[in-house]
């Protein structure tokens, strides 16, 4: 049974920069939510800042040094950051 999605402005998603695979990425956690409500967060993200990535375990992954990039993306789409 998936989680109910919590509205963006309730979230509090932690974003960091690793690497993985020896190759640098975006990394985000702690988002409650269901499994479509988490891909299409991905996607948009993906689409906004051109690059590949997945989601999965309830973590986003943006390929490349885009953390500055993607924690405004999110921050305009009413979530709240930190990490």
């Not at 973590?59 to 885009?66: A, D, N, V």
């Not at 993607?70 to 305009?76: C, G, K, M, P």
């Given at each position: 049974q998936e989680p109910e999605t919590l509205p963006p402005g309730e979230q509090k998603l932690y974003v960091r920069r690793e690497?993985?695979?020896?190759?640098?990425a975006v990394v985000v956690k702690e988002f409650i939510g269901s499994r479509a409500d988490l891909q299409a967060l991905e996607k948009k993200l993906k689409q906004h800042c051109g690059v590949g990535g997945s989601a999965k375990d309830g973590e986003i992954l943006i390929?490349?040094?885009?953390?500055?990039?993607?924690?405004?993306d999110l921050q305009q789409l009413g979530y709240r950051t930190k990490g």
């Amino acid at each position: 049974q998936e989680p109910e999605t919590l509205p963006p402005g309730e979230q509090k998603l932690y974003v960091r920069r690793e690497v993985r695979n020896g190759k640098p990425a975006v990394v985000v956690k702690e988002f409650i939510g269901s499994r479509a409500d988490l891909q299409a967060l991905e996607k948009k993200l993906k689409q906004h800042c051109g690059v590949g990535g997945s989601a999965k375990d309830g973590e986003i992954l943006i390929q490349g040094e885009l953390l500055d990039k993607v924690r405004a993306d999110l921050q305009q789409l009413g979530y709240r950051t930190k990490g």
